[in-house]
């Protein structure tokens, strides 16, 4: 019985300080500002621990069952704190209230653990032994749980799976307590019903952490989720705030409403304003219908061909009254052909005839993964040339210069190793960063002068300073990527890693 | 480094503990699962069998041709198809499977064309002239330059090749780099450095230690006399005690020859990794050239010029030479036929050869046993660490991996794939391995294969859509110690006119270029008998 309970004594002080620490984390995490949030949490704990100790002297009667209570209360706040937080990050009005209280209600049941367990054993030891033994076995909790959180539970667990289990070893010494202790203790049974309730919920929890964890996941967006879907290709969500609209594809943000603008205006008008009418053009992924919007700026436009692979993002953009409204109801424009086929497919088996388009846009999502990277080889360029003619002009979205210098330059030595000249530029996007691009084509591409009216962010002069780079961000080179050699995906994931802790 | 938002949520995955790697998969796992449909196809056990067991009725009529060839795997496809060149068309390829191939066949099904044994081909090695011929015709080999041929971009390895999986999670490439120690790496470096100083070794008489052809190497006695100790010996001898190190070079040795790095001879272990010098002008030195359906695009390619005269389900049981012409004796399932012919190519693995003509006999000829599975799957596989690869090999695992046959397709991301499981039976002996896998049922294969891919994938419970599983009792030449250089393989390699042997077993390696070079110099040999 003795050894029992200060085996106890040491899970909870591993428990006591693992919620500790996955508040701390959790807070600095979503809020920001981690010396800030580890200390008023730390400095909360430590205070609701004394008022916990505080008032662990109000009482008197049936110490044992008192304990076996509190353990099961521990289990369930500390055990499901993790996810509550996660899951209301972002739908309660004050996340920090929500934070703080459930740290004090913690750190109170956590204060009253070790004064009413070293009453219950006051008895059973003489008071220096008592003393020194529960406090070790107290610290060495404390030192396990600290060593445990940074190298075991936060890399293969998560914070969720990890709060969960605490919480179950919490209750697992209540249940152990109630099945070993010899002694009647009043209300056994209903005690026992409540510990087992208490196992069943954090066990489903511990189970469904991922599900939990992708449920949270949707608040890791700013603003308001107004849509979210999972196609088969990919997830799509839509956030709000004020008059923010975004866009995220599997999490990585494609536009902001406030600055898309400078994006589109300069993924669009460097290709369009150089031609001379044209009349035939390919979208590849852009089914947002925001670079459309800026092409049907050109009434010479008499065709457009759309291919975007995930039907469910045409639909999407060309039904939302507020996307619509952001795109200028472009997917409606009868000069467009929607097809919603895997680009690189697409081109691949066109077949014999194959047409010729004046201007091609390249809007794909980065070159973050195998699959991606395809749509980036000399042997997806090498399909863009059969469908180009001597004056043709593509345009390829090709990630941050800044950033990710390697990867642009390697989109640009890829596409010169696919016997394109290029005309790489930037421009600054502020949700994205300084973003560039690079055009290919088969003769030498001169910088227009002249843009169709009502631009906001492109005019000549913009459009001159986009080619030149600074030296922090020129030429460089790379390796080129082919399809039996991603060079690519491993610059884009090491510089972006380096920068983005998302 | 600073974790990320998707760590710290959920972990880094290798919450395999306990119920975690299930977890958000639990009502998919628990919940009554219907059977997945398929079923145990291909390698006509039952009629193979007959041959060793059986009587055959006597013949109801006969024919008469130039040349007939038995076996229609690799080696008899190449002597048809070069003796087809050569003019000599009254050929007839006698098949005892319904189709040809042999182990390089494949499998197709509204999804994609799927491999059932070979399944790829590395660059053609420096002494592998002769095949560059065959690669050109097939558009294989478009072209040269600087010097090197040009491959084919369709069918040069995609990116990524291949991934590791273990603790929990992937990683790219096949050697272990997750927690392992310094002395490990060093080991490393220093093994494969050892491997690409054998790939350029040469003996004496100028010729590579380890050569492909096989047949193409240097006599040097050095050489040869690792032929001689297990790979592992001279692994331990060499001073290679990695553990992680010994896992990967055992993985290559069941994954190419089927045999385990501790029973396996060092000169064939070491083969593996040093015969393949073969360079592109337009791909890196170490890929490999491949389709959906693995080498079953050669096996149709070789076959094409030869439809008519190839005859499936034809069982030979006979072959005797009468001095008037060799007389073979065929089972049709139904009735028995005789056709007499000038020559004869034997193109059967040597225990069959032996069957039918008593001196080609030899016990030193041994065989792995291997299954495949096929799946079809409605989502692809995922899991953490690093992207899905063409070869996808799980560590300590007794099934090897799996390949994944829509790879070389250039679609970014197909919805549904069919996924090759590769498992050499390499924990009992041959014989015994045979005779536990001959035992098990449908339902059985299933429960194996399922209970490995759930265990690495739990995502894909309730994605399988059909299983088919493929036992292959004879499936490769086994490499033993003393065999490679041994007189038993000398032997077999003796021609004796009117009935010519072709088969990768003489090689004692079981590869495609082994098998074409034996159809090819059968084919040469049948043509001066001929002639
Ligand atoms: C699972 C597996 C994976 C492999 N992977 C690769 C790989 O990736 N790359 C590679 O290069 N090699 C691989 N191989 C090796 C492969 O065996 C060779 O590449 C090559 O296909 C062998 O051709 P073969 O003609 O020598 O023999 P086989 O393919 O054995 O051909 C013999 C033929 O004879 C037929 N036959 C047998 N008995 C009779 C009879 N009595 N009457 C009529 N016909 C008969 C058989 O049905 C068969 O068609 C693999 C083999 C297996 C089993």
Known sequence: MQRLLLVSVFVIATCGLIYELIAGTLASYLLGDSITQFSTIIGTYLFA???????????????????????????????????????????????????????????????????????????????????????TFDYIGALFASILFPLVLVPHLGLIRSSFMFGIFNVMVALWLLYSIKEPLPWARLHKIAAGIVMIILTLGFISSDKISSLAESNSFAGHVIFAKSTPYQRIVITRQQSDIRLYLNS?????????????????????????????????????????????????????????????????????????????????????????????????????????????????????????????????????????????????????????????????????????????????????????????????????????????????????DMFSFPPDMGPIATKIQRLDDQALIHYFDEEWSKYLIY | MKPTRRQLLYGSGSAAIGMAAISPFVWDAIKPQKPIPGGIVGANSARGHRLRDGAFPAPIDSGKHDVIIVGSGIAGLSAAYHLDKAGI???????????????????????????????????????????????????????????????????????????????GRWQEGLLPTLGVSAEDQAQYKRFLAQMESFKVKRGDDGRRWFAIPIDESSTDTDARALDRLTMKD?????????????????????????????????????????????????????????????????????AEPMAGRILPN???????????????????????????????????????????????????????????ANLTLNRL????????????????????????????????????????????????????????????????????FLSELYRVHPELVGHVAHMDVWLWGHAMIRPMPGFIWGEAREGALKQAPPIFTAHSDMSGISIFEEAYTHGLKASQAVKAFLA
């Not at chain 1, 209301?88 to 049941?109: E, H």
């Not at chain 1, 800044?402 to 790489?424: E, I």
């Not at chain 2, 197909?414 to 045979?434: F, G």
């Open chain 2, 314 to 372: 034809a069982l030979v049981y006979n072959i005797n030479d009468t001095g008037a012409g060799v007389v073979v004796d065929y089972w049709d399932g139904q009735v028995s036929r005789r056709l007499t012919a000038r020559a004869v190519v034997i193109a059967t693995p040597r225990f069959i050869a032996g069957r039918l003509v008593p001196p080609l006999k030899s016990p030193d000829f041994t065989y792995a046993p291997w299954v495949v």
């Open chain 2, 381 to 448: 596989p995922g899991g953490a660490g690093a992207d899905l690869a063409w070869d996808n090999v799980i560590k300590d695992s007794p099934a090897l991996g799996y390949v994944v046959a829509t790879h070389q397709v250039p679609q970014m991301q197909p919805l549904r794939t069919v996924i090759t499981y590769y498992w050499p039976l390499t924990h009992l002996s041959p014989a015994e391995a045979r005779k536990e896998a001959i035992a098990r049922t449908y339902e059985d294969w299933q429960k194996l």
């Open chain 1, 49 to 135: 621990m004394g008022i916990g100790s505080w008032a662990s002297a109000k009482v008197d009667k049936n110490l044992l069952a008192f304990f076996v209570r509190i353990e099961i209360l521990v289990g369930l706040v500390g055990g499901s704190s993790a996810a509550i937080l996660f899951l209301l990050f972002d739908q309660v009005a004050s996340f920090r209230f929500l934070l703080y209280f459930i740290v004090t209600v913690i750190g109170i049941l956590v204060g009253i653990e070790i004064p009413i367990l070293l009453r219950i054993l006051k008895d059973r030891y003489e008071f220096k032994d008592l003393v020194s033994r529960v406090f």
């Open chain 2, 234 to 302: 001279w692994m331990l001898a060499a001073g290679y005690t990695s553990e992680p190190l010994h896992g990967f070079v055992n993985y290559g040795c069941r994954d190419d020859f089927g045999v385990r790095h501790d029973e396996i001879s060092a000169y064939a272990g070491i083969h593996y990794f040093a015969g393949r010098d073969g360079k592109a002008a337009n791909t890196k030195p170490d890929s490999v050239i491949t389709w959906p359906e693995g080498n079953g695009f050669l096996a149709h390619k070789l």
């Open chain 2, 89 to 167: 068309r009254d050929i007839r390829v006698l098949e005892l499977e319904d189709h040809a191939g042999g182990n390089a066949h494949s499998g197709k099904n509204d999804v994609s064309t799927y491999p059932w044994g070979a399944h790829y081909v590395p660059l053609l090695s420096s002494e592998s002239g002769h095949i560059k011929d065959l690669f050109r015709d097939f558009g294989i080999i478009t072209g040269e330059a600087d010097g090197l041929p040009v491959y084919n971009e369709d069918y040069i390895l995609n990116d990524p090749d291949e991934r590791l999986f273990l603790d």
């Open chain 1, 252 to 464: 990585n943000l494609q536009f902001s409403s406030q600055d898309e603008y400078r994006y589109h205006e300069a993924l669009v008008h460097p290709v369009m304003s150089a031609l001379q009418a044209p009349r035939n053009i390919l979208i590849i992924g852009g089914g947002d219908g925001l670079a459309l919007r800026e092409i049907l700026k050109y009434p010479s436009v008499a065709h457009v061909t759309l291919v975007d692979l995930d039907p469910a993002m045409t639909k999407l953009f060309s039904s939302s009254p507020m996307l619509r409204k952001l795109n200028q109801d472009s997917l409606h424009s009868p000069k467009l052909k929607v097809i919603n086929a895997d680009a690189f497919m697409w081109l691949k088996h066109l077949g014999a005839n194959r047409p010729i388009f004046d201007a091609i846009f390249i809007d794909l999502p980065d070159p973050s993964n195998f699959s991606i990277g395809k749509l980036y080889s000399t042997a997806f360029y090498g399909l863009l040339h059969t469908v180009m003619g001597p004056d043709s002009l593509a345009v390829i979205q090709s990630t941050s210069p800044l950033v990710a210098r390697k990867s642009f330059w390697c989109v640009n030595n890829t596409l010169r190793a696919s016997g394109f000249q290029t005309s790489p530029y930037h421009a600054l996007v502020p949700a994205f960063g300084d973003w560039g691009y690079v055009i290919a084509s088969n003769r030498p591409y001169t910088v227009p002068t002249r843009y169709p009216a009502g631009l906001r962010f492109i005019d000549a002069d913009t459009a001159r």
